[in-house]
């Protein structure tokens, strides 16, 4: 069954540094999301990216975000100084038809920063 | 934007009894509701799922039930099963879109 995987399962950084988080969406999709789970909370939308460009963010998405899909596989976001308060589990999802339709999520990344 | 309300917070049943998780949400253009679980350590997986134009929905032991009118829909899980223990997020679209706006989470413990 397709799936979509991400790497690394675990990322520890110190505060100030940049991450790269990466996302290998389901193959024939189109649509990709990044969202975020602070422990024991919900889960938060950032940011969606439909035709090599951020199609919606949210107010947690701001300059300090970016994403980007180098290949025609990958998908990665980039935290550039991380913060205290951006620990948190990160999931990457897909959909082959927008929002209104099953979204895949991958199994995460926890990030910690230190 | 939207807004959606999901309780209860934590939910503990016997296993064979049914347990029933309730959602709001705010823009009455919404179209689409979605049930996703998440077991510990995983990423959210969809179980069911609703579209405006039907009121119920069934997939086996799982039902979701939508009123329109008072903007609220809700997850049924009959026979219960240690299984079905995780945690259940109610969703529904942002206005454009885009993306999924998700309920806090309901925990649902099923003991033997």
């Known amino acids: 069954e397709p799936e979509v995987t991400q790497t690394p399962s675990h990322q520890v950084t110190q505060m100030g540094q940049e991450v790269i988080l990466r996302c290998v969406p389901i193959?024939?999709?189109?649509?990709f999301y990044w969202y975020r789970q602070i422990l024991g909370q919900k889960v938060e939308f950032l940011v969606s990216?439909?035709?090599?460009?951020?199609?919606?963010k949210s107010e947690i998405f701001d300059d300090q975000f970016s994403v980007e899909r180098p290949d025609g596989s990958n998908f990665t976001l980039k935290i550039r100084s991380t913060k205290l308060e951006d620990s948190a589990m990160y999931f990457c999802?897909?959909?082959?038809?927008?929002?209104?339709?099953?979204?895949?999520f991958g199994q995460g990344t926890r990030l910690t920063v230190v | 934007g939207e807004n959606v309300e999901q309780h209860p917070s934590t939910l503990s049943v016997q296993e064979g009894d049914s347990a029933v998780i309730k959602c709001t949400y705010s823009?009455?253009?919404?179209?689409?509701f979605p049930w996703y679980k998440q077991e510990l350590g995983k990423g959210p997986q969809l179980i069911i799922d609703?579209?405006?134009?039907?009121g119920e929905k069934k997939d086996q032991r799982i039902a979701v039930t939508l009123n329109k009118t008072a903007k609220h829909f809700s997850l049924h899980i009959t026979e219960t099963q240690p299984e079905d223990s995780a945690v259940y997020f109610c969703?529904?679209?942002?206005?454009?879109?885009?993306?999924?706006?998700f309920g806090k989470g309901t925990s649902l413990l099923v003991t033997p």
């Open positions: 999802a897909s959909t082959n038809r927008g929002v209104n339709t099953e979204a895949f």
């Open positions: 193959s024939n999709h189109l649509y």
């Open positions: 990216f439909y035709n090599n460009e951020i199609s919606e």
């Open positions: 823009d009455s253009a919404s179209n689409y």
């Open positions: 609703i579209r405006s134009n039907v």
């Open positions: 969703a529904a679209p942002y206005p454009s879109g885009y993306a999924l706006n």
